[in-house]
């Protein structure tokens, strides 16, 4: 008698659903399972998918092991090779004047497989996350506007509830639905979301050359980089030397660059204030990142770039036919949370899982979030290959055991980052942080140490 083809639900089509997705349809002259992705957004364009990312050397490794050949030659659209001679591909940690604190050692590489295929050191290729998405959609045969509220579980498999009103029956549910996941506060409803106490807003704009050219001087060519203040405030500036379209900009003779801008500082400052800010408002927004800006910054050249890339973002939400982006429904505050899987005592297996944030959001300090919610991917869908009516809970057990290990240290070592350099230091303080971090640069580079590097 024929064996039934086992069903696979994935809520969540973001870039370890969609990564999944391929793993599981890719293997399936391995074991064949009939894979349903569903998504609570409405369509593909239905919010920005945005940003720059960081895919290191293991993330890399896992996206390419999971997608097709089709799909991978179309990678180049998402992570462009990097420009010769131009652009630098690592971290670099700067204070607030943009003087350079710390910068490790990075191997450069000329495009994703020599990422992947970077086993000693580290290397990372800068992003398009939405383009990233937009590749990982082919061919895959997404239900749009499926938002999953919860499941019933039943001796032979799982009913997946729908907002909407339907149901879906399934062997296995994957949650990839995010921080906010109904179905990890279900499965997991003692997991709790830790919160940094941080505010941060990100957003991305198309900034001139000539204001690129300063920060550059400034800051150097590092394509991702950070920069520490005095008083917790935090910045993150990642860019491409990639110039896009202007036809719609003013000058029309001056190339344009996307970058992705963001800033966090202590939410305890907005309190202080009895400030109010419409969220809704990308202007009022805006105005109040420069407000913040000047109240935790001193003046200097560093705090004039800044205040005039945050210039740039739209003061309403743009007209994509007339802007080539548009900010995240509209550019708003938001927390800096994180979530350690190991936080829980217990942590049954059963035939519901979780994959990337909804198990592990991680704080963007170290940028490794959407590495490790490739990686889960990738070690799911190797573990779901022994799948059997009779043995897919040690198949799920295998996946979360190594998942819950890999990632909580993860969380935990960003976390410790993101903690140090959210914490007011002061001028005093600062001149000691900055020493430190300066000898620690020394140290690392002359025994080539990368402390971004992560033993697999």
Not at 61 to 79: D, G, H
Not at 109 to 115: A, G, N, S
Not at 122 to 145: H, K
Request: aromatic residues 8%; negative net charge; hydrophobic residues 35%.
């Amino acid at each position: 008698m024929q064996q039934k083809i086992p069903t696979v639900i994935i809520s969540g089509a973001g870039l370890g659903g969609l990564t999944l997705y391929h793993a599981l349809i890719k293997n399936k002259d391995k074991k064949e399972f009939n894979v349903k992705i569903f998504e609570q957004e409405a369509s593909p364009q239905d919010r920005w998918q945005g940003y720059h990312i960081g895919i290191n050397n293991y993330g890399a490794r896992s996206l390419i092991n999971c997608i097709p050949s089709s799909i991978a030659l179309n990678l180049p659209k998402a992570m462009p090779n990097a420009v010769p001679d131009l652009e630098y591909h690592g971290f670099t940690l700067a204070d607030h004047t943009g003087s350079l604190l710390l910068r490790p050692p990075t191997k450069q590489v000329k495009d994703i497989y020599e990422v992947a295929n970077t086993s000693v050191g580290f290397s990372v290729a800068i992003t398009y996350r939405d383009r990233l998405r937009e590749v990982l959609l082919e061919n895959v045969p997404v239900q749009w506007g499926k938002k999953c509220i919860g499941y019933e579980e039943t001796e032979d498999g799982i009913w997946v509830l729908f907002e909407d009103g339907s149901k879906e029956f399934c062997d296995i549910l994957v949650g990839a639905d995010g921080v906010n996941s109904p179905v990890r506060k279900q499965k997991i409803p003692e997991l709790k979301i830790f919160d940094y106490g941080i505010t941060m807003i990100i957003t991305d704009v198309a900034a001139p050359k000539n204001l690129l050219d300063r920060y550059i001087k400034l800051n150097g060519i590092g394509t991702f980089q950070e920069s520490v203040g005095l008083n917790g405030e935090i910045t993150f500036i990642i860019f491409r030397h990639i110039p896009i379209k202007q036809e719609n900009y003013e000058n029309k003779d001056e190339l344009y660059y996307r970058m992705t801008i963001a800033f966090g500082y202590p939410t305890k400052s907005d309190d202080d204030n009895n400030i109010i800010v419409d969220d809704d408002d990308p202007a009022s927004v805006v105005e109040h990142v420069k407000y913040m800006i000047r109240k935790l910054r001193p003046e200097c050249e560093m705090t004039d770039i800044l205040l005039e890339l945050w210039d740039l973002v739209p003061k309403t939400t743009p007209d994509p036919k007339k802007y080539p982006f548009k900010t995240y429904n509209p550019v708003r505050r938001r927390k800096m949370q994180d979530i350690d899987p190991l936080s829980v005592n217990v942590w049954t297996s059963n035939r519901v899982t979780l994959l990337g944030d909804a198990a592990h959001a991680t704080s963007p300090v170290l940028g490794i979030g959407a590495n490790n919610a490739i990686q889960d991917a990738d070690v799911l869908s190797q573990a779901l290959l022994n799948y059997s009516p009779e043995n897919y809970i040690s198949c799920i057990k295998e996946y979360e055991d190594e998942m819950l290990k890999r990632n909580s240290a993860d969380v935990l070592k960003s976390r410790s980052i993101a903690l140090r350099q959210t914490t007011p230091v002061g001028y005093i303080g600062s001149i000691l942080r900055n020493t430190l971090m300066r000898i620690i640069n020394i140290f690392i580079n002359f025994f080539d140490f990368n402390l971004l590097v992560r033993k697999n």
